[in-house]
């Protein structure tokens, strides 16, 4: 019995909380352990792509939460027990179905929605790959695989209890955002597209990332946003310069700017719509 009283106080002893300026700020020995895990890498190419530490990032998400959720009217009840919180406890309040979603949340949420979208319109886009140059083909194949390397991250930080419940109509909508304007317009079609949604994400990832960086205690979880702000950024400016034509004249038509109008409202409409969904 001594034996099980005193490993309980060690358990509840490496998660602490301690008030500062009248609000909570939670602190957990085990949970800083696990920074030092080995760091997973976004592909093999290990030369050329940076690697992120999952788990760091998963603490500084649930810190995130705890921190915020003590501060919040909904959260006196879970408050009252963090003197005696345990890591498993806290994962489990987290993680619950019925739990609340602050900003960061819904944030990320928004985040693994588009991903997903943007994976989709490189698929719906090779599905009318006979619309396509093969300069084009090749540009779908290597962006797919970059939003899929942003996709597997998301999904590996997020339990099924913080993602939007609408992914599957994301999928649909992605998938026809590529293959419509393929089938419409061409690669042109598709360029124009890609330069549209780009642009939104960008600013997207960038209202995210000042906030954080400024808070200054998810720094692991900005390196992450900031390389796939960098990243998608890099595809809105390679779809721009195939649009280019041989004399580096800006491709001209009367449907581009209401189809990228369009685009990007729709875009901004599908990422309120997975905050809250």
């Known amino acids: ?22 609000n909570w700020v939670f602190t957990a020995k085990c949970w800083v352990s696990s920074s030092t895990a080995t760091t997973i890498p976004i592909s093999a ?11 760091r990032i998963r603490d500084e998400i649930l810190q995130n939460w705890l921190a915020t959720e003590s501060k919040s009217p909904g959260g006196a ?42 994976v989709y319109i490189y698929k719906g886009a090779l599905a009318a790959s006979h619309c396509l140059s093969d300069e084009a083909k090749e540009f779908c194949q290597e962006h797919m695989a970059n939003e899929q390397s942003h996709l597997v991250y998301f ?15 994301w999928r649909m909508a992605g998938w026809v955002l590529g293959f419509l304007p393929t089938v419409l317009g061409g690669s042109k079609g598709l360029y124009v597209t890609v330069e549209a949604v780009e642009s939104f994400v960008e600013e997207h990832y960038q209202s995210q990332i000042d906030p954080l960086r400024k808070e200054g205690i998810t720094e692991e979880l900005v390196r992450l946003l900031e390389h796939c702000c960098e990243d998608e950024v890099h595809h809105k400016e390679d779809a721009a310069k195939k649009l280019l034509g041989p004399d580096e004249k800006e ?8 189809w990228s109008t369009v685009v990007k409202t729709g875009s901004m409409v599908a990422a309120q719509i997975a905050r809250r969904l």
């Not at 290990?46 to 690697?51: A, F, I, L, M, N």
């Not at 999904?155 to 109509?169: F, G, H, Q």
Request: glycine share 2%; with cysteine; net charge positive.
């Open 155 to 169: 999904e590996s930080l997020l339990p099924d209890s913080k993602r939007t419940i609408l992914l599957p109509v």
């Open 45 to 55: 190419d290990v030369d050329t792509k940076p690697s992120f530490n999952l788990p």
């Open 251 to 258: 491709f001209v038509a009367w449907w581009v700017l209401p």
């Open 77 to 118: 009840t879970t408050r009252a027990r963090y003197c005696c919180f345990t890591l498993q406890d806290a994962t489990r309040a987290y993680q619950a179905r019925n739990a609340s979603w602050h900003w960061l949340d819904r944030e990320l949420s928004s985040n693994l929605a588009g991903e997903t979208g943007a």
């Open 1 to 22: 019995v001594n034996a099980a009283m005193t490993m309980n106080k060690l358990v509840i002893a490496t998660t602490r909380a301690s008030l500062k300026n009248k």
